[in-house]
């Protein structure tokens, strides 16, 4: 059974740091596309990051430079550095298997993110 | 960058009902177009792909339709399941972007 388990949201001040987690279990990670897609809560979904089969990598204009997308292939698991937060970084974070040219199959339960003094 | 417009943003409809969502791109995406339904506090759900495939275990009373940039999601008889927010998403170039959501809602 393909599962995907968020962690390491959290309350943050702006400027600071935090690290996203997803575990990935019935699949293994590096032979898909994976993506890091967030929603404010009460609007809309944006995809922000995307890791490809050959280490390609997307990022949105918005986190372009402060954002990093990662694998740990021994660990099946996929990272999002998220630096230099700001308030508007604010949301539930969802990692997804999925991106360019294939849809979002599956999904993890998300992780909330709230960047605040 | 790829626009994607859906419409309505938001629809009252009754159980029984037939129900249209309408998702336009701005430009042609070769049919790397999907559907989502999310509900309260869960993730999204792939519910269509390719346009028009169903995702196996959706049931029947789902189905996606268009081509090149103008897209439906019609569910034939609403079910009081069926009562959530729904997205398109092209999957065709960066950014992969989404519809902004229609919320079905009981009438």
């Known amino acids: 059974e393909v599962q995907l388990v968020e962690s390491g949201g959290g309350l943050i001040q702006p400027g600071g740091s935090l690290r996203l987690s997803c575990a990935a279990s019935?699949?293994?990670?590096?032979?898909?596309?994976m993506s890091w897609v967030r929603q404010v809560p009460g609007k809309g979904l944006e995809c922000v990051s995307n890791?490809?089969?050959?280490?390609?990598?997307y990022y949105a204009d918005s986190v372009k430079g402060r954002f990093t997308i990662s694998r740990d292939s021994s660990k099946n698991t996929l990272y999002l550095q998220m630096n230099s937060l700001r308030a508007e970084d604010t949301g539930i974070y969802y990692c997804?298997?999925?991106?360019?040219?294939?849809?979002?199959?599956?999904w993890g339960q998300g992780t909330l993110v709230t960047v605040s003094s | 960058d790829i626009q994607v417009t859906q419409s309505p943003s938001s629809v009252s409809a009754s159980v029984g009902d037939r129900v249209t969502i309408t998702c336009r791109a701005s430009?042609?995406?070769?049919?790397?177009l999907a559907w989502y339904q999310q509900k309260p506090g869960k993730a999204p759900k792939l519910l269509i792909y390719?346009?028009?495939t169903l995702v196996s275990g959706v049931p029947s009373r789902f189905s996606g339709s268009g081509s090149g940039t103008d897209f439906t999601l019609t569910i034939s008889s609403l079910q009081p399941e069926d009562f959530a927010t729904y997205y398109c998403?092209?999957?065709?170039?960066?950014?992969?972007?989404f519809g902004g959501g229609t919320k079905v809602e009981i009438k």
């Open positions: 997804a298997r999925g991106g360019w040219h294939s849809d979002f199959d599956y």
């Open positions: 019935g699949f293994t990670i590096s032979n898909y596309y």
């Open positions: 890791l490809y089969i050959r280490d390609s990598i």
């Open positions: 430009q042609d995406i070769s049919g790397w």
């Open positions: 390719a346009v028009s």
């Open positions: 998403q092209q999957a065709n170039s960066f950014p992969l972007t």
